[in-house]
């Protein structure tokens, strides 16, 4: 048996796994193609490059996606404790300057004596005698997604994710655009308009917001509708998962759409008439200097002269300078409720995990936890080869964010699409059903923490 552990893929997913092997004492093989070769959404060297979003969502323990950065937190996450010291102001969201973050994490495995990085494109995937992770994600090459098909005896599952432009900060015109997060920006009965207007000015600057009327809202809707996308022909025949639909494919759905949606207005006041504006464009935070910003819920497939054309027409961003556009790239999963246990464990070769958005989980958390899962359970396998009375896995309690995401993944669905973490997932709380909202996922939160200390106290015995 080979003495170390191979990783697949040095993502979200790939360097976390790789960090809690090595913490364990496991030499660890780390293959990651890039710089020889990228992908057509990556451009960034580091590992655990940022390809959409800066944001890793909610930090409230009342919100799923918060619920799960304290549990991974608590299991001593790198990636999660990473991003906790490279965030930049968005509310109560935690995002990071994107940059900075996958540089502290290549920084962090390079370091390790245990880590041995190997920059090199893997075409076959060989686990006769060692153990091997693959964690290469949505983007994985054409050639590993070849013998990934032919390991799993399954045809390829495609969705299509889009990342959305980022706008110099320096090019936005502050005439029309203001600072300040939602339902703090409206102004309060008993206020002055000075006194509403110097508020404003006090806001904190993680969000700038740009209102639009109905005449320009209707002008800039129609113009978006008919913009010319990259490949429409190819696109329109595949799946879009809905929780990255490119901006322009929602408008279609109808005039008023974008307003209920990413660009609605609740929550705000136009600070040049006072009154709630006909809709608006949100751009958040994406460095840490706040230089850049990130149009939000933009995912788009437009060509990049549309982008111009069209984005420019939001009132603040006629002038925009458009650090980077948004791209449309092919993402790729397994049909993991089939192939995969709640460990990330390959049913048909137990030498075998997966880990990332391979699997069907979707978002950047969701990644993080199961390369954690991944790992520990890899690392348990490796050690019991060795130790014949040891524990075989670790099964995450089902009351837990990580438990639950596991559980969905490996449970057999006919209709598997990829899975955000949500409280929906989670059994029900037992007794009286609480009717308020905040105060039922805050219970949600208190079982899965109780919960997450058995598994803690398993785990800390294979380290």
């Known amino acids: 048996m080979r003495d170390y552990i191979t990783i697949i893929g040095g993502g979200l997913a790939g360097t976390e796994a790789a960090y809690q092997i090595a913490k364990a004492g496991i030499k660890v093989k780390l293959y990651e193609m890039k710089p020889t070769k990228f992908s057509e959404a990556h451009t960034n060297k580091n590992l655990a490059e940022i390809v959409c979003s800066n944001s890793f969502k909610s930090n409230l323990l009342t919100n799923a996606c918060g619920l799960l950065k304290e549990e991974l937190r608590r299991l001593d996450s790198l990636l999660i404790k990473i991003a906790d010291e490279t965030q930049v ?18 920084e962090e495995i390079q ?7 190997i920059h090199k494109e893997v075409e076959n995937v060989d686990c006769k005698d060692g153990i091997v ?16 098909s032919k390991i799993t005896g399954e045809d390829k599952l495609y969705f299509y994710d889009a990342a959305a432009p980022i706008i110099s900060k320096e090019s936005i015109n502050f005439d029309i655009a203001f600072y300040g997060n939602r339902y703090e920006q409206e102004k309060k009965k008993d206020e002055s308009i000075e006194e509403w207007k110097q508020r404003q000015k006090e806001q904190e600057k993680s ?17 978006l509708v008919e913009a010319q996308v990259v490949m429409l022909h190819e696109f329109e025949k595949r799946e879009i998962f809905e929780g990255c639909m490119p901006i322009e494919i929602m408008a279609k759905r109808g005039i008023d759409t974008l ?6 207005p609740v929550g705000f006041d136009d600070l040049r008439t006072a009154k709630r504006p006909y809709s608006i464009v949100q751009l958040r935070q994406d460095n840490l200097d706040g230089t850049i910003y990130n149009m939000v819920g933009f995912q788009t497939n437009l060509k990049f002269g549309e982008q111009k054309k069209v984005f420019s027409m939001i009132p603040g961003l006629e002038n925009a300078d458009f650090v ?23 049913k048909e070769n137990n030498n075998i995990y997966f880990a990332g958005q391979i ?45 639950a995401l596991s559980k969905y993944i490996s449970t057999e669905n006919n209709r598997f699409q990829p899975m955000n973490a949500n409280f929906g997932i989670l059994p029900e709380l037992e007794g009286n059903k609480i009717k308020d909202k905040k105060q039922r996922y805050m219970e949600f939160a208190k079982r899965s923490l109780k919960n997450l200390e058995n598994n803690i106290t398993e785990i800390l015995q294979i380290y």
């Open 89 to 106: 102001p968005a509310g109560q969201a935690l995002a990071v300057d994107r940059e900075k973050f996958s540089q502290r994490v290549t």
């Open 324 to 346: 980077k556009y948004g791209v449309m790239h092919k993402n790729t999963y397994i049909n993991s409720t089939k192939l995969l246990d709640d460990t990330y464990n390959f």
């Open 133 to 148: 992770i693959i964690s290469t994600g949505p983007l994985t090459s054409e050639k590993l997604a070849k013998e990934i």
């Open 259 to 264: 307003r209920f949606g990413p660009l609605k």
């Open 207 to 223: 969000y700038i917001n740009l209102p639009m009327c109905r005449e320009e809202y209707e002008k800039f809707w129609k113009a």
């Open 111 to 117: 370091k390790n004596p245990l880590i041995e990085i």
């Open 359 to 403: 699997t069907g989980v979707e978002g950047y958390v969701e990644s993080i936890s199961s390369g954690m899962v991944a790992a520990i359970n890899a690392i348990l396998r490796f050690k019991s080869k060795q130790m014949s009375d040891m524990k075989k896995r670790i099964k995450f309690s089902e009351y837990t964010i990580i438990g």
